[in-house]
């Protein structure tokens, strides 16, 4: 774990986030992912659980497998215009979430990507998105 630090910001020069690379980084509560980067690992950020914003890269694709998973205290999160798919519990276990923007260019939601019970919000216009809320979430 990271220790002493509040906010990180990947390097201008960093092209991939790999697998677990937070792992319980508690002591953040903001990561910024600069536009280089083009590929985040499954359950990069996993419980990471004080992390409140995550900004992520305009130039990244998919939102990998369980890449929130246990961030308890993420409130929102807007999913870059360019993704095209978000794959299977992304944002499972963020008790706080309550609102994931999703752009239009979203394809494909692949499984559940937040519990059952989650009161979440999906500021959308995307029939994939609304589909997925009316199916999971009964409610749009």
Not at 95 to 116: A, F, K, T
């Amino acid at each position: 774990a990271i220790m002493g630090y509040t906010g990180f910001g990947t390097a201008e020069k960093t092209t991939r986030i790999g697998a677990y690379a937070f792992y319980r980084c508690d002591a953040l509560n903001e990561i910024y992912i600069s536009d280089s980067v083009e590929k985040i690992g499954n359950r990069a950020f996993i419980h990471c659980r004080n992390l409140m914003n995550l900004q992520l890269s305009a130039n990244i694709t998919e939102i990998p497998s369980g890449m929130c998973v246990g961030c308890s205290s993420l409130e929102w999160i807007d999913i870059p215009d360019g993704v095209t798919i978000i794959r299977s519990s992304a944002f499972m276990g963020c008790e706080s979430l309550q609102c994931i923007s999703i752009p239009d260019s979203v394809e494909r939601i692949q499984g559940r990507i937040v519990d059952n019970n989650s009161e979440v919000y999906f500021d959308t216009n995307n029939p994939v998105a609304i589909e997925y809320a009316e199916r999971y979430l009964n409610r749009y």
